[in-house]
């Protein structure tokens, strides 16, 4: 494995990028608190951990090499993503209607489904796939067996990006004493479920790189 330290930086930068598993954080940190936020953090580490197990076994270059397979997870993972959006932008009229009961058990069960959110929303997104093969093998020396260092490397991909979502969901649930406020929390809720549903169109009208 060659430029460790290079690798490390560039994760970190390509980590802090916003992108869908970062909008999905925000909404459950923001909806949920603290807890919603790290269980959707959670969520999506391991999804990256199976990443790391499929480009390790091989399976990811089935998948990016196959224009169905590439097809399936695409949509799958874009449909998924656009109803997210449009749950979001759903809920944001519905609450003013529901009752404090109601909304005290909506919450409750939001709690439950953040794990599923991060882990589906980075699951499925074929995306993931083709970076762990582009990128990974830039730092593995010619020839050599890939096994170990796409483990390593995974593993390290996977622990920077945890650190992050944790030092990003306890800064937006520092300040979401702001962002709560009615007024705000419509807005931002309104901004991130339109985003997710353009990660959503994005995702489709993305080409296999076959």
């Known amino acids: 494995m060659e430029n460790f330290y290079l690798f490390i930086l560039m ?12 909008a999905i954080a ?4 923001l909806t949920v608190g603290r807890n919603g936020g790290l269980k959707t953090a959670l969520g999506t580490c391991c999804a990256l951990l199976i ?6 076994l ?11 397979l ?3 997870f695409k949509y799958v993972g874009a449909v998924y993503l656009i109803y997210l959006g449009v749950k979001t932008l759903w809920s944001l009229k519905k609450r003013e209607e529901a009752a404090s009961v109601e909304m005290n058990t ?14 589906l929303t ?18 593995v020396d010619p020839g050599s067996n890939t096994f170990i260092p796409f483990l390593i490397m995974g593993i390290t991909y996977t622990v920077l990006t945890s650190i992050w979502f944790l ?33 959503g169109i994005k995702l489709a009208l993305e080409k296999s790189h076959t």
């Open 122 to 139: 980075n699951i499925l997104n074929p995306k993931v796939a083709v970076f762990f093969l582009t990128f990974l093998p830039q730092f």
């Open 58 to 68: 091989g399976l990811s270059a089935i998948i990016v090499k196959s224009a169905l």
């Open 51 to 56: 990443h790391t197990s499929a480009a390790v």
């Open 11 to 22: 994760c970190i930068f390509l980590i802090i990028l916003p992108g869908p598993d970062t």
């Open 167 to 199: 030092l990003y969901v306890y800064l937006i649930n520092q300040i979401s004493a702001f962002m709560k406020r009615p007024k705000a929390q419509n807005m931002i809720e309104g901004i991130t479920g339109t985003i997710l549903i353009g990660f």
């Open 70 to 72: 590439f097809s399936v």
């Open 106 to 119: 909506d919450k409750q069960f939001e709690n439950t489904s953040c794990f599923k959110q991060g882990f």
């Open 26 to 29: 925000t909404k459950n940190t």
